[in-house]
C-alpha cells in the first residue's frame, strides 16, 4: 500500500521572530526534499474545536485565540510565539493527524507522515510551550481510540526533547502506551525513568549528552521494542523528531541520518507484526536544515518500503 504526505501551506504562514530555530524554512527544506517521492499528498484539513477538546479544555482554546495577534506576534513564553497564520497552521496539524488516522485505520494507505509545524509534543493540557500549542499526536490517539473504537495506540516519540506534552496528555489513558527516548539532561528537564503515567503507560528512556547511533539502537532493542511488542497496539504513532541528528544546535545526541532511518524501519517492523503495519508520523523537531531534509528523507523512504 501506498503511503500519505499530509501538508498544507498554512505551514508557511507560521511565522516566528527573525533568528527563532523553529522557522518556515523548516518546512520549506523538508518539503523540497520529498518533492520527488511517490507519496499520496493530501491537504491537511482543519480541526475543529471538539478535535482538539479530545485533550485541550475550551477555555484554553479560547485563550490562544484571543491572544492571536492580526499582525505582528504575540509572545506565550520565552520561545513560543502566536503570529496572524499560527493557529490556522497548528489547527492543521491536528487536523493532519486525524486524517492520517482515519486514512491509516481505514485501509486507504498503509502508513501516512504529516509535515506540519509548528510542532505539537510540548503542549500541555492548558500551557503553550516549547514552540507548540496543541498535542497533534495525543489527540489522534484519542481520536482513533473514542472515535475509532480502537482499543490501545501506543504513541513513541524520539525527538530529542522530552515529549512533556504528550506524557501530560496521556497520563491518565490506561489504553495507551507513551513511549519517549529523549536527551537528559535537557529542556524541558522532564522525562525521568520514574515518570510512569497513572496506569504503568509511560516509559521514558533518557539518553545522556554524547550519545550515538549505537547507545540508541542497544536501548531500543533492550526496553522500548519489547514493551511494544508487549502492550500489542493497534495503532503506532511517531512523534518524529530530527533534532538528535548530531548536526542539531539545540541539543547533544550524535544521532546519524542512518539511525533514522533504522529507528523508523525497526518500529514499521513491530507495527507489521502486531497491527498490519499501521503507523501514523508526525513532524515535531529538528533545527538543522540540512539535517532535517536529509534525516526526514530518510525517515519517509523507511515509511514508503513499510508500507508496500
Known sequence: MATALITHDAALRHVTPDGHPERVARIEHLLHALAGFDLVRV??????????????????????????????????????FLSPGSLEAARRGVGGVVEAVDMVVGGKVGNAFVAMRPPGHHAERQ???????????????????????????????????????????LWHEKRTLFVSSHQSPLWPGSGEPHETGAHDNVLNVPLPPGSDGARMRAVYEDRVFPRLRAFEPELVILSAGFDAHRADPLAN??????????????LCAIAAEVCGGRVVSTLEGGYDLQALSEAGAAHVTALMEAGR
Open 43 to 80: 491537504a491537511a484539513q482543519i480541526a475543529g474545536d471538539e478535535e482538539i477538546e479530545r485533550c485541550h479544555p475550551a477555555s484554553y482554546i479560547g485563550s490562544l485565540e484571543r491572544h492571536a495577534p492580526s499582525r505582528g506576534f504575540h509572545q506565550v513564553d520565552g520561545d513560543t
Open 127 to 169: 500551557t503553550a510551550m516549547g514552540f507548540c500549542f496543541f498535542g497533534n499526536a495525543a489527540i489522534g490517539a484519542k481520536y482513533a481510540l473514542d472515535v475509532l473504537g480502537l482499543s490501545r495506540v501506543a504513541v513513541v516519540d524520539f525527538d530529542v526533547h522530552h515529549g512533556n506534552g504528550t506524557q501530560d496528555l
Open 253 to 266: 545526541l550524535d544521532w546519524e541520518t542512518e539511525d533514522f532511518a533504522w529507528v523508523t524501519e525497526q
